[in-house]
């Protein structure tokens, strides 16, 4: 009704600016009580460091996929533009296959995931050999090193992570990462990957939408307004897929909708050519 009673006005009412900045700021902040109402069944919901741990122990990894992510492999030339030998970052990296696709096409990998059963797992399923290290600069961390791959995975809490360990990455792939996070570490989340983008970063981020009133998460609703505001004042940011993927799996948590969106994220000081 808002909106048709908005637009009525807008018609009506063409020359008059007031009333089309007036109308504006209806949208908005009728958008920004959408967002409010959209997250606020998740906004306390908690999963600790120690039940993700568990999770692998249990073998209860439903997020793993055993095939390189689609969205990365058909956009890999949105986020390569050109280049070779980038520098990838995988925030809580679990054992995506992803890694090794990507460190055979001749990039290096860095990952951080808290759970040492899933690192492990990484590099026995695809029978590589490995070094462990601790970080002098990182207590309670270790690195976890291929012998024959440029693969790096950091065991330990993404939160502890910081630039001055790897320096900053030419690429970031996110998927199962902010959806994965606790929603009120967000803003926390947002700033320290943007502190990891170099200037010529591209960064794809995959979200999810479904109704909240309907399922708890995993994984937690991002909604694009939001990803706007997490990462807009520093980084342009495009749309570059939304689909619908329900599957019988998620209609049995009760969804009547689940919408996949996968965003490129890109540095406003970033001098690359656009693709
Ligand atoms: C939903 S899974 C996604 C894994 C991987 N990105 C994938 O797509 O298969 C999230 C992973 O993050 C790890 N994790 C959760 N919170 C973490 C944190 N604060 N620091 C490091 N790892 C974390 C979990 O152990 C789990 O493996």
């Known amino acids: 009704n808002n909106v048709a009673s908005g637009s009525l006005c807008f018609v009506t009412c063409t020359t008059c600016h007031l009333c089309t900045v007036l109308i504006l700021l209806s949208f908005c902040s009728l958008s920004r009580r959408n967002m409010s109402s959209m997250l606020a069944p998740q906004a306390d919901q908690v999963v600790t460091l120690s039940e ?15 095939q390189v992510h689609e969205m990365l492999e058909n956009n890999i030339d949105k986020v390569l533009n050109g280049r070779t030998g980038v520098r990838f970052f995988f925030p809580l990296c679990g054992k995506a296959v992803d890694m090794k696709w990507l460190a055979d096409l001749g990039h290096s990998v860095v990952g951080v995931e808290i759970s040492q059963k899933g690192v492990r797992d990484f590099f026995e399923d695809n029978n590589m050999t490995y070094s462990v290290e601790t970080v002098a600069s990182l207590p309670g961390a270790k690195v976890f090193k291929s012998s024959e791959k440029n693969i790096s995975l950091y065991q330990c809490d993404l939160f502890n992570f910081s630039s001055s360990i790897e320096g900053q990455f030419g690429a970031i792939w996110d998927r199962g990462s902010l959806v994965a996070i606790n929603p009120r570490d967000r803003e926390k989340y947002a700033a320290l990957l943007i502190s990891l983008m170099a200037t010529d970063c591209r960064y794809i981020l995959n979200t999810v939408v479904y109704n909240t009133e309907l399922h708890k998460g995993l994984p937690f609703v991002v909604p694009d307004e939001q990803v706007h505001s997490l990462f807009g004042s520093h980084c342009s940011i495009e749309l570059l897929h939304s689909v619908e993927a329900l599957t019988d799996r998620l209609r049995s948590w009760g969804l009547d909708y689940f919408t996949e969106n996968v965003h490129l994220l890109i540095p406003k000081t970033s001098n690359a050519s656009e693709y």
């Open 52 to 66: 993700w741990e568990d999770r692998w122990l249990e073998g209860r990894i439903e997020f793993h996929r055993p």
